[in-house]
């Protein structure tokens, strides 16, 4: 945790949350028909509600929003 703090500038919990949207985009741009709730559970989110949650504050968007820009 400390060194994620110190190279990263944040708290654990925020670079894993960073991790885990990343992997959610690369998910949804690589396979476009796949339904969010198995991006949510594949990028590690226990619920499509704190993954849609969690993707709005870190994006600005919901990532159906996010998704549908991107194609």
Not at 22 to 34: E, F, I, Q, S, V
Not at 39 to 57: K, P, Q, W, Y
Request: charged share 25%.
């Amino acid at each position: 945790s400390e060194y994620i703090n110190g190279v990263y500038g944040m708290s654990y919990r925020d670079w894993i949350s960073d991790m885990r949207i990343g992997y959610a985009k690369r998910l949804m741009t690589d396979n476009p028909h796949l339904k969010l709730q198995k991006v949510s559970e594949a990028s590690g989110f226990l619920s499509i509600s704190h993954f849609s949650r969690t993707f709005s504050e870190k994006e600005g968007c919901s990532p159906a929003k996010w998704r549908n820009s991107k194609h």
